[in-house]
């Protein structure tokens, strides 16, 4: 009990003293114009409230990412309590803030455009394939799981539900941001806010024992900790899609102090979800063994299902069923919806075609993959959402940290995180299955070599960055 009111404590300290330092070493400045008004076209660029991009933010990053997450980290105890906690604060909120301030002061650029201005068109032209590769498997994996509970609770086939689905994705990319989005999601991140108040309380009542916080290891097929519990929890720590989607409410901000209410505060309530959900999982089934047995008979879905009407009652079954159906699609169609926008900045040079048609186009381009990607197995596009969602991530605090760099700044609040993420993604591609798959100390070499390279490289950026300034202090001097 101890532990998880003291991770929740520590997270709502992170958003009231650590975002205010990330946004003072950012620098932020309400006289600048936002691009919602300069680059305004009702469409994508279109002012909005804080309050309400911060639930559009929450839900567009969230959906089923901080339950499923956490609940399958959770089978590691409560080592996961530390990796959300920390990971919240000190990597993904900066992330997440890093990447939808950079947006918005590169006039409401994608990820792929601002990783060019900073790290290069080589990591850019990387970067944006791994993005849409990414994207189109989250679109692809968060509308299977929908599609086959609605052919299991109605008549309707998994095949007529897919393209129910993908027809409203169409709709929703169609239609300007503050349509649909603008006042669906806004409600349905209330919704998934609220349940997870709900089974919190819930669980601080009941007479089961919460686990007390301890580094050890509780997996019950003894998988380690390095690196797999940063994979596995993404969603709730820290996670690459996150910056993919911080543009689509960029383009709406007001002004600039925003930012952090926005951004780091979707993050922190997100951490908090995910906290909520793993002390769910390893309380509720009396231990990690027991979680383990019923993931193995109902999976995630069916974890949340039986906590939701068991803690709940019948509330919680219906909620249970929004969350397990309708978070997933708004987190698919806004993949989709930032999948169009990126292809739309690559193909702006080639092609004249505006309006309708030019999104029209854009969204067939990418929706047509993750419709086929829906109909085979969605499991197995989990295994390699999990680790092109770090290497995202990853690159983007590189990002960050080469804007502190080249402004003078406090560069290592990206720095650290960014090395860290590194060494996670590294040994990460030499362990998993769906890497190299080698031996599990052969990978911390390797992994951990290769990361060592980035560190030689990140030495040599900061070295560099010291001479420019030297430089230039000296050419004022004279």
């Known amino acids: 009990m101890i532990t998880f009111l003291g991770a929740i404590v520590f997270l709502i300290l992170g958003y009231v003293v650590y975002s205010k330092v990330v946004e003072r070493i950012f620098g932020i400045d309400d006289q600048n114009i936002t691009p919602a008004y300069s680059k305004r076209d009702n469409f994508d660029f279109i002012p909005m409230n804080w309050w309400k991009g911060n639930l559009i933010q929450l839900l567009n990053i969230a959906g089923l990412g901080p339950i499923y997450g956490a609940i399958l980290g959770a089978l590691y105890g409560p080592v996961a309590f530390f990796w959300i906690v920390i990971g919240t604060i000190f990597a993904g909120g900066v992330h997440d803030y890093f ?62 539900a897919l393209i129910i689905i993908f027809g409203y994705f169409l709709l929703v990319t169609l239609l ?38 301890t580094l050890s290891n509780f997996h019950p097929q003894e998988l380690p900790i390095w690196p797999l519990l940063m994979v596995t929890i993404s969603c709730g720590a820290i996670s690459g899609f996150h910056c993919t989607q911080s543009p689509i409410v960029a383009c ?35 231990g990690t063994n027991g979680l383990q047995e019923a993931l193995a008979l109902g999976g995630p879905s069916g974890v949340v299902h039986e906590i939701s009407i068991s803690l709940l009652g019948t509330l919680g079954g219906i909620l249970a069923i929004i969350t397990v159906i309708m978070l997933p699609i708004t987190t698919g169609d806004t993949a989709l919806r930032s999948s169009r926008m990126i292809l ?18 854009m969204t067939f381009i990418v929706t047509a993959p993750a419709l086929y990607l829906a109909t085979i197995d969605y499991t197995f596009l989990w295994r390699y959402v999990g680790w092109t969602n770090q290497l995202v991530a990853t690159v983007m605090l590189w990002t960050g940290t080469v804007y502190l760099l080249r402004n003078q700044k406090f560069h290592w609040i990206c720095g650290v995180p960014a090395m860290f993420m590194t060494c996670v993604v590294c040994t990460y591609v030499f362990y998993a299955p769906e890497g190299l798959n080698l031996n599990y100390q052969l990978a911390m070499i390797l992994g951990f070599s290769l990361a060592a390279t980035v560190l030689c490289w990140y030495v040599y950026q900061i070295i560099h960055a010291r001479k420019e300034r030297k430089n230039l202090t000296s050419t004022r001097a004279a």
């Open 344 to 361: 739309a900045d690559i193909f702006s040079k080639f092609f004249t075609m505006k309006g309708k048609m030019k999104v029209l186009l």
């Open 99 to 160: 990447s939808g301030m950079l947006s918005m002061r590169h006039k409401g650029a994608q990820f792929p455009s601002i990783v060019g201005h900073y790290l290069g068109n080589i990591v850019k032209a990387f970067i944006t394939v791994v993005s849409l590769i990414l994207m189109i498997l989250v679109a692809a994996a968060f509308t299977a799981g929908p599609a086959q509970l609605i052919a299991q609770l109605t008549p309707i086939t998994f095949t007529t």
């Open 176 to 213: 300007p941001v503050n349509r649909i989005i603008g006042r669906l999601y806004p409600v349905l991140g209330a919704i998934l806010l609220f349940m997870a108040v709900a089974i919190a309380i819930s669980l601080i009542f009941t007479d089961k024992q919460l686990p007390n916080l």
């Open 252 to 286: 709406t901000m007001k002004k600039e102090s925003h930012g952090r209410k926005i951004f780091y505060g979707a993050m922190i309530t997100e951490g908090v979800i995910a906290l909520i959900w793993a002390a769910a999982g390893m309380t509720f089934y009396n």
